[in-house]
Every structure is written in C-alpha cells, then in structure tokens.
C-alpha cells in the first residue's frame, strides 16, 4: 500500500510538472483550467498506452509538450518505469487525486461538474447492498457513479461536451469502458431501457432547452 501511495505522488508530481508548463504558456495561448486539466488526462491515457487517447487528444498532447518544452516520452518513461505492475492503479488514483485538486482550485465552482468522493462511496455502498446490476446516471458529470468497485452495467449521460470528455478519459483510466456514456442532453435523449437503479446529481440552477421549457412550464433543473 505505501509503495502505491509513493508511486502515486511521483506520477502527481510529473503530471504537475506538466501542468505549470501549461500554465507557463496559458496567457499565450488561450488555455483555461478545463483544458489544462483535459491535456493533463490525456498525458495519463498516454502512459496507460496508444490504444487510451483520441488521435485528436494525441494531436494536442504532441503540440503542447513541444511548445511547453516538457519532455513527453522521457516523462512517460519515468512513469511506467515507477510504477511497474501496478501502472493501472496508480494512474486511476493519480487521475483522482489530479481532479479533486483542480476542484479544490475552484472552490464552489469545482461542484459543478464533480460531486465529492464521501457522496459517491455512501451511495454507491448503498446501490452494492441492493445488488443492482445496471446503473442509470444522467447528469452524470465526472461520471463517478460509473467507478463502481462491484460487478455491474453503467449508462450515464452528460450533455457539457468538454466535462463529458473529461470524464471519459477518467473512466477510461479506471478501467471502465465508456461505451454507454454518452454526450447528450439526458432529457430529451431518455435511454428506454429497464434499469436496476438510477443515480443522479443533477445540476442544480442549470436552464433548460426552450423546448423543455415550452412542454413543461419549467426553465431550471431545481424546479
């Protein structure tokens, strides 16, 4: 468990090093946080291997780290090298503990696309008491619900394009395949399918489509 946590810390502290060469070019070269933290997760599905990241992600991470001068394939070397068998691990945990600092960085605002880590595991210990075998999760932000640690099928939707990729890239670094998350506005994509359990933490203030808002009388989520 220590040689973990160590080896987590080291990757943290590569992908932080990274991330301040961004930050190095930021004013130059319109990067915002989301995108900052989008490149840094893309740089671990590039260390978990070729088949992880998006060519348009590969695209990007080559442009950035060149102009960052950051030294990519030393840094993934490094990585690999640290964390030896338990490379899937730790660039699970090390994409965690990446995402809940960037939340930390933006205070109330980080709530609107992550919700914190005691919620997910108090509900998700409940839905494993109930033996649920699929999982619904619209509004699905980060898709945390989709981190099950039990046997089951995840369906989650999130309709802000640049959280949906990063939440993506998070699934994709813990194993789970996103093949039934997708990016689209959950109420007007319902998925007609019988599910075991529904999870969601809908975000609360957000507007509704003028259609929703015709059919329903409702113009927010918290209506």
């Known amino acids: 468990m220590k040689k973990d946590s160590n080896s987590m810390d080291k990757v943290v502290h590569i992908v932080y090093k990274f991330r301040d060469c961004l930050y190095a070019i930021e004013l130059f070269d319109g ?12 740089f671990l599905c590039k260390v978990k291997g070729d088949g992880f990241i998006s060519q348009e992600d590969e695209k990007e991470l080559q442009f950035y780290s060149v102009k960052s001068r950051f030294n990519l394939p030393e840094s993934i070397y490094e990585i690999r090298s640290v964390c030896g068998n338990q490379l899937d691990k730790v660039l699970a945990d090390a994409a965690d503990s990446v995402i809940y600092q ?22 998700l210990a409940l839905v494993k008491e109930k033996d649920c075998k699929t999982i619904y999760n619209p509004f699905a932000g980060m898709a945390s619900y989709g981190l099950a640690d039990f046997d089951c ?15 993506k890239m998070r699934l994709v670094l813990h194993g789970v395949n996103p093949v039934n998350f997708t990016n689209c506005d959950c109420l007007e994509n319902r998925i007609e399918l019988g599910f075991d359990c529904v999870l969601s ?22 209506e």
């Open 31 to 42: 990067l915002n946080d989301v995108k900052i933290l989008h490149l840094c997760l893309a």
């Open 102 to 123: 960037h939340q930390l960085k933006a205070g109330l605002r980080g709530g609107e696309f992550i919700q914190p880590r005691e919620l997910t595991e108090l509900v």
């Open 153 to 167: 099928s995840y369906y989650g939707q999130e309709i802000n394009r640049s959280i949906y990729n990063l939440a």
């Open 201 to 222: 933490s809908p975000p609360f203030g957000g507007r509704l489509s003028p259609e929703i808002r015709l059919e329903t009388g409702v113009t927010t989520y918290d």
